[in-house]
């Protein structure tokens, strides 16, 4: 069986006449001959305007909850996309997520798919139906709806996808994966082939077309991954394995991230006990720790900076409030205009140049950092965000994104 | 354990601050002692917002994702309601009608309830939670979602109670059951006590504060049904067992309703293989007949008129269309300005007088009618709309309504 996923997210759905025109192409798919499993977001703002409806009531709502409040929004595309195929003439069924057979675990709001039963969703393709799947939903081992966090759509699909051993087409609001966001930087290209490993660290960065634990399963898999827009013709961009048409680059894109939440802590006690402590609280209230630096200890102190989400600033005043009870030398200062430049390639395995490439393209333009990380694939430096625009102009001028 | 359910209808429940006030009388219920279980409907016009997204698709939308459309309304308003209940303090737990254990089977949109597994509410009862059910709502055997028709939340709650063994009160926009409609006479009196039978009896008659199959299991299970308002603090009216308090009436209602078509066809040519032959025919096209009436055969001919819903206008329509390429001879009239009136009442199982008396006020007061049709507890006639307040007044009057 020559099965596709394909996954519309929430802005080719927003209207009737928006999913009219998506059901024409994938009408045009299965004319092609594929067996056509659809994976759709909800309609426009509708996942907004349902937790503000949720949040009316409560700053927190209970999260089991809010998954059974969500998950209505995907039922409904998923419904009425299937209503255009019949119209049109192709036989069709929706599927919840529960239907579609995926089962979840974990925390409600973030759940994972832990297995995907395809029996059901395999034979109505058998019976010639294009299956129209509710996205970012499933059934946990309660019985409870759960949903699957942000891009839980395209984790859905790409699942999906690697049950059936099938490709998996993304249409998004972008027309593919760019060097750069476009916003920032005009002349960004976009990319035909990306690897599984670049995409994953582009999105773990910051860049926002997929959430990287999407791309994850993806390598995990080899699901070949297709990015491109619903509203245009051109080409798009195929996530896939790392193979000799990408090896001419060194860097492959440069990810951008103002989510940063910069925070000093000044005058600690120096004493492995001490930082331990700290980081332990950190972790303990859940809160993500990016990157960590800390000066060599100076007359018995020593001073400590992390960087984490702005989503977790409310966390941090809490701990550091906390922390200056037991500590009452320190002193804190927090920064949130800062921003993550990372560069990304492959490339950088064998290359060892690109480190000094970019603090030599730094210093020469006056733009100092704050810290500076690196993995396998990536290098990434904090910066004043008043240098973002000339940072990312020299960087891609520099490595041609 | 002492349950109690409850069901909210959709005006009750249109806003966050309505499911506000009804969460507060819900939570004294609950601090009385019993175990609560609240069956909700979609807020406000939620429903007819999700139809007419599917009728800008198609005039004709597939039940199946129809019923997949539809159910999402109940599952936002209890996801909502049991938020509510957490943040006032109450510990809750929404459920769709599949989690719920809500069997249901038949054709899409008009479900009915086959088997209701209990066990899973009876848990979450045992835990304290206020257990808040979506209503309207079901699966059926191939795991689709189902609904079950107008009034389907009644009938939710309804056969819970029924389930539990417990009474069921119903919260709509009307306190009470009363004689007559009080928008056609101001006068009229809020039952206490209304009997299974004569219930029944005014649903499937056009009162439409229940629908008749909702009554019907709740006699057939002997659920004590109470029917109020969620707006103000007056008393309801009991639905329950035909007793002592009861008989001193013999009329204790009247139903009207104008959507009556009634349709006459002259010139039959007298036999009964016709009359079975377009009876037959309307049949099969699933069109339900109320009155018949037939005048004698003259000539070899008769003239046939019968009522029915207007609902059905489009199909007679075909139905006759057909019928005249058959018998050349007929000429049909159809009639939409009827109103049917129906007197019901216990009492008039061992009264004879009540069609005698009720011919009398016709003739005094110059009303024609054109149907006559009696049950063991109703006598119902088919008069011009033009004499509809006429006859109302004169029948309150003469039967102290």
């Known amino acids: 069986m020559q099965v596709i996923v394909q996954k519309y ?20 798919r299965k004319e092609e001959g594929y067996n056509v499993v659809i994976v759709v977001s909800a309609m426009g703002k509708t996942t907004n305007h349902l937790i503000d409806m949720a949040k009316s009531i409560t700053e927190k709502p209970c999260k089991r909850e809010l998954d059974m409040l969500m998950a209505t929004g995907e039922q409904v595309t998923s ?12 036989d069709s069924i929706s599927l919840t997520g529960f239907q579609a057979g995926i089962k979840t675990e974990g925390i409600h709001t973030k759940n994972i798919i832990i297995e995907i039963d395809i029996e059901k969703i395999k ?20 019985g409870d709806i759960t949903t699957l966090g942000r891009g839980g759509s395209d984790t859905t699909a790409v699942a999906l996808a690697a049950k059936f051993n099938c490709p998996c087409e993304i249409f998004t609001d972008v027309d593919g994966i760019y060097s750069i966001d476009p916003r920032l930087f005009p002349n960004a290209k976009r990319l035909d082939f990306i690897s599984y490993e670049e995409m994953m660290e582009m999105s773990s960065l910051g860049t926002k077309v997929m959430e990287a634990r999407s791309v994850e399963l993806g390598f995990r898999y080899q699901v070949p991954i297709y990015v491109t827009s619903s509203n245009i013709k051109d080409k798009g961009t195929y996530i896939k394995e790392y193979d000799i048409e990408m090896e001419q680059k060194v860097i492959t894109g440069l990810s951008v991230s103002d989510d940063v939440l910069m925070e000093t802590i000044n005058q600690v006690p120096y004493s492995s006990e001490n930082i331990s402590d700290i980081f332990g609280r950190l972790a303990s209230q859940e809160v993500n720790i990016d990157m960590i630096s800390q000066t060599s200890p100076s007359g018995g102190y020593v001073n400590i900076s992390f960087t984490t989400s702005k989503d977790d600033e409310e966390t941090v005043d809490g701990v550091m409030k906390e922390l200056m009870k037991k500590m009452p030398s320190i002193d804190i200062e927090k920064d949130t205009n800062i921003t993550k430049l990372s560069v990304v390639g492959m490339g950088m395995r064998n290359e060892t140049g690109v480190a000094s490439k970019m603090f030599r393209l730094f210093s020469d333009n006056c733009i100092s950092f704050k810290q500076v990380t690196t993995s396998e694939i990536s290098i990434s430096y904090t910066i004043n965000s008043s240098d973002k625009q000339k940072a990312i102009d020299v960087i891609c001028e520099a490595f041609s994104l």
Do not use: C, P, R
């Not at 997210?9 to 045009?28: F, L, P, R, Y």
């Not at 419904?79 to 192709?90: D, N, P, Q, T």
């Open 9 to 28: 997210g929430g802005s080719s759905v927003a209207t009737v006449e928006k999913m009219q025109t998506i059901a024409d192409a994938v009408i045009k």
């Open 79 to 90: 419904s009425l996309l299937s209503m255009i195929f019949k119209e049109k003439g192709h």
């Open 123 to 142: 034979n109505y393709l058998e019976e010639g139906k294009i299956v129209v799947v509710a996205g970012f939903q499933g059934i946990n081992e309660f």
